[in-house]
Every structure is written in structure tokens, then in C-alpha cells.
């Protein structure tokens, strides 16, 4: 048998199984499958360096399906071919019989693929389209920078080619020279309502390709020997300095014209058509294959290689890092932004843990990753992605599978623009840092295009999940000093999961010292009182502090709360809360649905009776001079919080 007539014969085995998964499923996408066979054959069977008993082994090629809508056709090959899957204890050889529980409750097989489900094959989840290739350039620049010679393939749709982060990470790809990522965008000229535009034909992304930087083979998706080729030539390719793609035409349910053409995407055919598609496909293998008997198709392990854990020490404390990285005048006026003790901290930890990455989307000078980013020992460590923050997030994603501890900075506001990303990052079990700096309102001159504001209340919403590890699905961090900055940020680099830590621009004084023990979940008693809990983090526990003294004098003694970190230890906040008389005031620079949220939800799970008022930015805010103009303007002023506090307790005139 030769080659070619295996490739066909395995393919079609394939999409038998394809088709009966999805219809025993009730649900999937066959004909998106049955339009990725060949490639799924060749790449598995042939052309990529694997182990299936060892589907994460340090040095096996990996292989991306950013169009997760099609993962029937993989889970066919995985499970003919025997793929380790499966969770904690039960891991073993999957089988014909697992494929056929495809989207069932309690099986692994999801109905996209997902890593935290079960399945180690994938490195990513995906389905939210276009973010695979991001994942993959992040896969291809551990591997570049462990030394080993992994390749990484990454199937895309031409539908989702037009998502723009499909080219933010093709830019990213030709910046870096990433000559061990292959995209190869699977063209069936069909999405899910209709034809694709246009300008995702086969040819207009060649071209497109071509002028972003790429060399390009343009390939029939059902010719397994133009595949092989084209494969053999990007293997080839890698010592050269010039990115491959390959353009691959294709047909939506190749092989049964019943289920081709328009409607069908999502739809697994039943009954007659189902019978009717079998029985095309068996027609359609009729010349293709042979009976006769061959090794053709061989799976080719990977090197014998298990990379040397990357060497890590204890970092400097903050005082040591000002002192050694020629911060010791800042030190000596008591009185630093909190982004600038980020980007301190990263520094310190990039020299204490090989594995922590910094991503930056060209702000680095105001997040202060650039901290990291001249250190010459640190450098070749530093992701410049520029202007292209969704990408950066899912570049973090494949660094995070790959073992790397990546932490991603850019302003606040523009986090937002990956919260897509975020959250399937999340879904993956990324072990991502995600830091926003010029947080809250105290940015003030650049107004509200600049100011993060829904973060708080979009992250929360993590803290109030459990991931697939049982901890919280991200934390919340917001530190109101440079010492909780920096502690918080080696608190991050040690826990595995995501977390959030917003950071400001003003200067602000210090609160703590190094004897401050910060840790996530976390809060710091910052003064003592008992008729009112005020409750606040970040760059308004400064504003708070300045309330103390006007409460003091009329007779209203007050506690401070530093919540510094949510989710909280709700048991011991509601003992504080109690002590002082069941009052609680939250403060916080953002739109609602954050501090006060987190407050309101522990205080009406305890059952217990409490008075709680939340202040936090009520209006659209713009700019401002400065910090004082911009707290008055949004009615979060001192002397507005004392008011406030007072009024909570019936004390008027304050």
C-alpha cells in the first residue's frame, strides 16, 4: 500500500468514527472534521514526533486545534491510537468505546477541546476562535528559549483567520523569527452561517501571508502527499529564519456529499443521511485506498530528553532589591507608585525563578516591566508584544503549558480587551499574572479612556468560582503600598492559577514594612476601632487613612481594613465586622460590583444582621488636574468618606 492510499484509508476510518461520535453526541461539528482528516492523519500519524502513552513528554511536537469546533475528528485518531487521557489516578489508554462519549457529563471527551478535562494532548483550551495560533507562538518560544527542537502545528479556520488576533500573533510569529510554529489554515470556504468572505479565500490568505512575512505552500487538504511535502518542507525549514504556513483547500464533509454545502455546520446528520454519508464515504474510498497491507503510517517518537529543571533561589527582600537595583534614594523618601514596585519585584523574581516570562504590550516604561526588560541577564525572557494585548494573554497560555510562569502587564483599561482570552486562559489552567497598571480614577488627568473601572467587578466574578485545582479561579490583588506590591507580586510568582494585581501611578507613602506578612486571601487590620468597619484596598486606603482623624475628633472610633485580597477570609472579616457594631462602609476607586459586592455577598451568607454602605464611583468620571480634583469630582473624597462614615452612626457636621 503506498503512502498515499494509507493516508486515505486511515482518514476515512476516521471519519466514520467522526460521524458516528457526533451522532451518538446528539451534537458536534462531522463535517468540519471529516474536512480536517487528512490533515489530522498525516500530522499524527507521520509527521509529528509523539509519544500517545506520553502525550505531554518534554520534547514531543504539540499540535494546536484552534478551530475547536472540529476536535471529533482528533478524538478519532486519539482514540484509535490509543492516547493517554483521563484525571488524577485513572489515567489510561483511550479506546474506540471512550470516543463514542463524546460531550457525555461525566466523560473527558468535552465537546471542545480542554487539557483541565482530562486530556493532556492539548496544551490549550480552544473554541473561543482565533486564539490558537497565539497559544502556539507562546509553545514555540519556550521551546526556542529550553534549547529543544519541538515543533508546533496549529490548525486554524479560514472563518475565524479574520478574528484580528489571528494577526497579532502572525505579527508576533515574523517579529520573533518563530521558524518552529506552523499555522496551517484549514480552507473549507464555509462558516457556520454561510460562506466565509471573500478575503479568507484560500488565495487572499496566501497573499496576506505572504506580505506579513511568511513563505507559503498552498495545498490540496485531501492530498496526503502535497501534505507530507509540505510538512517535510517546514521541518527543513527550521534552522532558517523566514516562518512557514501552509494554505490548505479543503471541503466541508469531504467524502459525503450529503452533508456538504451549506447548513450543516454544527449538525450531525441522523438516520438516512447518517446512513447515506457512510455509505458516500465508503463510495469515495473506492480507488483511493488498497487492501493490500503496509507500514506506511508510522508515528515517530520524539528525543529521549527530559530538559533540566530550571534553577530557582528565594528572592531579595524589597529593601535589598531598592538598595542592589539603585532604587535606595526612593527608599529613603518613604514614597513609591505601587507600578513601580511591580516591576522591582518581577526583576527580583526573574532572577530567583528561570521560569518567570514577562509580556508587556508596549507600555513597559509605565507598567515598569522594563525593569525586567533591561537586565541583561533577564532580557531574552521579556515578550514585547506591543500593541496587541489579546494575543499577549493567549502567548502567555502556551508559555504557561510549556512550564513557564508568565506575567503579563499593560494598563488596567486595556486588560479588558483580553478578557475573552483571560477567561479561556483560566479554562486552561494557565498559570497566568496578569498585572494593570493606572488602575482606578487616580490616574485623573488622562480621563476615562485610560482608567480601569470594570476590572474589579469583572475579575471578582473569578473569585467567586472554584478551577480545577479547588482554589479560587483567579484572585483579586490591590496593594496600597510598594511593600505590598512587591510581596503580593512573590505571592503571585508561588501560586499556581490566576491572578489578577491592579497597581496605580501616583506615588503614594509607605504603609508597611518587610515584616508585613501578605498572602492571597489575605487582609491587614490597619487600626482598631468599634463603631465602624471602613473597608477599602489599593490607592484608597491612603484617602481612608486621612478620614481617622475627623472621625477621632467627633468621638466615632473607626477601624481601617486594607482588603487587599479577594476572595478574603470571610469568618475572620465578619468577627472584625462584629466588634464593630455591625457597621461596614466599603470604599473603592471603580464602578460597583467589586469590595462592596465581595462584602455584601459574606455578610448575607453568615445570616447575621449588618448595615452596609458602598461607596465607589457612581458616574462616568473624565479628567482632572490631580488626584484631590479627581477623588471630589466622584464624590470620593476624604472629606466625603468621613461624611459618610459619620452619617452610618448618626453623627452629623463632620
Known amino acids: 500500500m503506498s503512502f498515499e492510499a494509507a493516508v486515505h484509508a486511515k482518514a476515512i476510518q476516521l471519519d466514520h468514527l467522526c460521524l458516528d461520535m457526533c451522532e451518538a453526541a446528539g451534537s458536534g461539528h462531522p463535517t468540519s472534521g471529516l474536512g480536517l482528516g487528512h490533515i489530522v492523519t498525516v500530522l499524527l500519524y507521520h509527521s509529528m514526533r509523539w509519544l500517545p502513552e506520553h502525550p505531554r513528554y518534554p520534547t514531543s511536537d504539540r499540535l494546536v486545534l484552534s478551530e475547536g469546533h472540529a476536535v471529533p475528528i482528533l478524538y478519532a485518531a486519539l482514540g484509535d491510537l490509543g492516547v493517554a487521557f483521563g484525571l488524577g489516578d485513572k489515567v489510561r489508554a483511550m479506546t474506540i468505546d471512550d470516543v463514542m462519549t463524546l460531550r ?36 514555540g518560544i519556550a521551546a526556542r528559549h529550553d534549547g529543544l527542537d519541538k515543533r508546533i502545528y496549529c490548525i486554524i479556520g479560514d472563518g475565524e483567520s479574520r478574528e484580528g488576533q489571528v494577526s497579532e500573533a502572525i505579527d508576533l510569529i515574523v517579529d520573533r523569527k518563530l521558524t518552529n510554529v506552523l499555522p496551517i489554515f484549514n480552507c473549507n470556504g464555509f462558516g457556520q452561517a454561510g460562506t466565509v468572505s471573500p478575503q479568507q479565500s484560500a488565495q487572499k490568505l496566501a497573499d496576506k501571508l505572504k506580505a506579513a512575512g511568511f513563505r507559503v505552500k498552498s495545498v490540496d487538504g485531501h492530498a496526503p502527499n502535497e501534505l507530507r511535502d ?46 447515506q454519508a457512510h455509505l458516500e464515504l465508503n463510495a469515495t474510498g473506492v480507488g483511493l485506498t488498497s487492501a493490500l497491507a503496509g507500514d506506511e503510517l508510522r508515528i515517530y517518537p520524539p528525543a529521549e530528553h527530559v530538559p533540566a529543571a530550571s534553577a530557582r533561589a528565594e528572592p531579595v527582600g524589597f529593601e535589598e532589591a531598592m538598595n542592589t537595583y539603585e532604587l535606595g534614594v526612593e527608599l529613603k523618601k ?78 488596567g483599561k486595556f486588560v479588558a480587551r483580553g478578557y475573552d482570552q483571560i477567561e479561556m486562559a483560566i479554562n486552561s489552567g494557565a498559570n497566568i499574572k496578569i498585572v494593570g497598571s493606572h488602575s482606578g480614577i487616580s490616574l485623573a488627568a488622562d480621563g476615562p ?82 463603631d465602624l468597619l471602613i473597608v477599602t ?118
Not at 473527558?108 to 507562538?137: I, K, N, R
Request: hydrophobic share 40%; aromatic share 10%.
Open 104 to 139: 457525555e457529563a461525566n466523560s473527558c471527551l468535552d465537546g471542545h477541546p480542554s487539557p483541565m478535562e482530562g486530556f493532556p494532548f492539548f496544551d490549550a483550551a480552544t473554541g473561543s476562535l482565533g486564539q490558537g495560533l497565539s497559544v502556539s507562538a507562546g509553545l
Open 230 to 275: 509540505a510538512f517535510d518542507e517546514f521541518i527543513a525549514n527550521q534552522a532558517g529564519e523566514q516562518p512557514m504556513a501552509v494554505v490548505a483547500t479543503a471541503v466541508k464533509g469531504w467524502g459525503a456529499p450529503v452533508i456538504q454545502g451549506d447548513g450543516w455546520h454544527g449538525k450531525p446528520p441522523t438516520a438516512e443521511k447518517l446512513q
Open 449 to 530: 479612556s485610560q482608567m480601569a473601572l470594570l476590572d474589579v467587578a469583572w475579575f471578582r466574578s473569578w473569585t467567586t468560582v472554584r478551577d480545577h485545582r479547588g482554589n479560587p479561579a483567579c484572585y483579586i490583588l490591590q496593594p496600597a503600598d510598594a511593600y505590598a506590591a512587591y510581596a503580593l507580586t512573590m505571592r503571585m510568582a508561588e501560586h499556581e492559577g490566576a491572578c489578577y494585581m491592579r497597581t496605580v501611578r501616583p506615588d503614594v507613602e509607605f504603609i508597611y514594612n518587610e515584616t508585613t506578612d501578605f498572602r492571597l486571601g489575605g487582609f491587614e487590620v490597619l487600626t482598631e476601632g468599634r
Open 334 to 411: 518613604r514614597k513609591l507608585a505601587t507600578r513601580k514596585a511591580y516591576g522591582l519585584a518581577l526583576r527580583a523574581i526573574g532572577h530567583a525563578n528561570a521560569d518567570v516570562f514577562a509580556l508587556d504590550g508596549d507600555v513597559k516604561n509605565s507598567t515598569f516591566s522594563e525593569y525586567f526588560e533591561g537586565d541583561q541577564e533577564l532580557t531574552d525572557r521579556f515578550i514585547e508584544c506591543k500593541i496587541a494585548e489579546q494575543n499577549m494573554f493567549s502567548t502567555a497560555v502556551g508559555l504557561s503549558a510549556a512550564g513557564k510562569i508568565p506575567f503579563c502587564s499593560t494598563f
Open 537 to 654: 484596598a489599593g490607592y484608597m486606603v491612603h484617602e481612608c487613612n486621612k478620614v481617622l482623624d475627623s472621625l477621632d475628633k467627633a468621638g466615632i472610633d473607626a477601624s481601617l481594613v486594607d482588603l487587599y485580597s479577594i476572595p478574603f477570609d470571610p469568618e475572620a472579616f465578619l468577627d472584625l465586622a462584629n466588634e464593630n457594631g455591625g457597621n461596614i462602609l466599603t470604599v473603592e476607586d471603580n464602578y460597583g460590583g467589586g469590595i462592596g459586592s465581595a462584602v455584601a455577598d459574606a455578610v448575607t451568607e453568615s445570616g447575621d444582621a449588618f448595615t452596609i454602605e458602598q461607596m465607589y464611583v457612581r458616574k462616568i468620571p473624565k479628567s482632572a488636574r490631580t488626584e484631590e480634583e479627581i477623588l471630589k469630582l466622584c464624590g470620593l473624597h476624604h472629606t466625603n468618606i468621613a461624611r459618610a462614615a459619620a452619617g452610618m452612626v448618626g453623627v452629623v457636621g463632620v
